[in-house]
C-alpha cells in the first residue's frame, strides 16, 4: 500500500507560479513510477506529467510543455510539479498518481485526495 498526500496547491496569478508536493508513506515509494493528473470543473481527469523510478523517463502533456517540471527525490518520498507561466487554463484539482509501466503504458494503482489550484487572470 502507498498513500499519497498531495500540498502546495493554492491561489495564483496568470504568468505565476507553484509548487506541487506529494509525499508517499511506505518504503516502497522509490519502485514506483509517479504522475500529476489533474481535473477541472466538468472536464475529464487529464494526464499531466509522469516521472519513472529512476527519473530518467519525464513526459509531459503538451498544454504544460515547457511551463511545468517534474521531479522526484526518492530519499524523501516525494515527487514535485513546479508550475511556471501559469494560465487561468490550468486552474483544477491536481492529484499525484503511483504506478507501474505494465506492458505498453503506465498503470497508476494509489491516488492522493488532491490539492487545488486557482489561476486567475
Known amino acids: 500500500q502507498v498513500q499519497l498526500v498531495e500540498s502546495g496547491g493554492g491561489l495564483a496569478q496568470a504568468g505565476g507560479s507553484l509548487r506541487l508536493s506529494c509525499e508517499a508513506s511506505?518504503?516502497?515509494?522509490?519502485?514506483?513510477?509517479m504522475g500529476w493528473f489533474r481535473q477541472a470543473p466538468g472536464k475529464e481527469r487529464e494526464f499531466v506529467a509522469r516521472?519513472?523510478?529512476?527519473?530518467?523517463?519525464?513526459g509531459y502533456s503538451d498544454p504544460v510543455k515547457g511551463r511545468f517540471t517534474i521531479s522526484r527525490d526518492n530519499a524523501k518520498n516525494t515527487v514535485y510539479l513546479q508550475m511556471n507561466s501559469l494560465k487561468p487554463e490550468d486552474t483544477a484539482v491536481y492529484y499525484c498518481?503511483?504506478?507501474?509501466?505494465?506492458?505498453?503504458?503506465?498503470?497508476?494503482?494509489?491516488w492522493g485526495q488532491g490539492t487545488q489550484v486557482t489561476v486567475s487572470s
Open positions: 498518481a503511483a504506478g507501474k509501466f505494465v506492458g505498453v503504458r503506465y498503470e497508476y494503482s494509489y
Open positions: 511506505g518504503r516502497t515509494f522509490s519502485s514506483y513510477a
Open positions: 516521472i519513472s523510478v529512476s527519473g530518467q523517463s519525464i
